[in-house]
């Protein structure tokens, strides 16, 4: 079965870190860029950061850089996004997808099902 299952979400506080993970089963995701969003509540989903196969950077939105660090561990098919100095507005339900790249949604197909980050004290 084709499919991309997150894990690592919880609840911190301000200034506090979290690792989020992105296993892919049933294909090999080394060939395709592996992106995360997120969406708050009464907010569109936003791109975070995407690991590019074409030219192997990462690229992030402006809010989180500095911040976040996006990687992938090739032999174990899973995506990571390590969130340090995390803020409130940083809570939102956070997806991995897999796709042709960039930080739109319309160029991923395959998601997962998001898992919930909350940030407050």
């Known amino acids: 079965q084709v499919q991309l299952v997150e894990s690592g979400g919880g609840s911190v506080q301000p200034g506090g870190s979290l690792r989020l993970s992105c296993v892919a089963s049933g294909f090999t995701q080394d060939y395709y860029t592996i992106a995360w969003f997120r969406q708050a509540p009464g907010k569109e989903r936003e791109g975070v950061s995407c690991?590019?196969?074409?030219?192997?950077?990462?690229y992030y939105t402006d809010s989180v850089k500095g911040r976040f660090t996006a990687f992938r561990e090739n032999s174990k098919n899973t995506g990571y996004l390590q969130m340090n100095r995390l803020k409130t507005e940083d809570t939102a339900v956070y997806y991995c997808?897999?796709?042709?790249?960039?930080?739109?949604?319309?160029?991923?197909?395959?998601w997962g099902q998001g898992t919930q980050v909350t940030v407050s004290s």
């Open positions: 997808a897999a796709g042709s790249g960039g930080l739109t949604i319309w160029n991923y197909r395959l």
């Open positions: 690991l590019s196969t074409v030219d192997g950077k990462t």
